[in-house]
């Protein structure tokens, strides 16, 4: 079984690991025997900005993602590339509350929940053919 300080261990692993990031800083991080909570923000290889926040609880032995923000931003133009989030103010969407905000804060797409491991998971999957 995995406990919440134990999972924050493994995502500052995957941060100081990544090749998608120049940098980081946790802005604020805690947990108790069955929550946490990590945010915190980065720069990206290409000089990107991303800030990224996520609540997960100890659910049947398993960590769940419950709430989450991540947001991309073009670090030249200071432009939304794209921002994942649970908010649930898209109830039209499949897969709610979770989706992605992509470009344009009205482009927003159905999506599933994003932890900070996905998320770093997902730029290093994709990070090259979107930051060109």
Do not use: C
Not at 67 to 78: E, L, N, P, S, V
């Amino acid at each position: 079984m995995i406990e919440p300080a134990s999972y924050v261990a493994e995502i500052e692993l995957a941060l100081v690991s990544s090749p998608v990031l120049e940098n980081f800083h946790v802005l604020r991080v805690w947990t108790n025997s069955d929550d946490g909570y990590l945010r915190l923000r980065a720069t990206l290889v290409n000089g990107d900005f991303l800030e990224a926040a996520e609540y997960f609880v100890l659910d049947v032995e398993a960590i769940k993602t419950v709430d989450y923000r991540h947001q991309w931003m073009d670090g030249a133009r200071k432009v939304l590339r794209r921002r994942w989030d649970s908010t649930p103010d898209h109830p039209e969407l499949d897969n709610f509350p979770y989706h992605v905000h992509v470009v344009d804060e009205q482009d927003v797409q159905p999506d599933k929940p994003m932890s900070i491991l996905e998320l770093l998971k997902w730029f290093e999957a994709h990070f090259q053919e979107l930051s060109d």
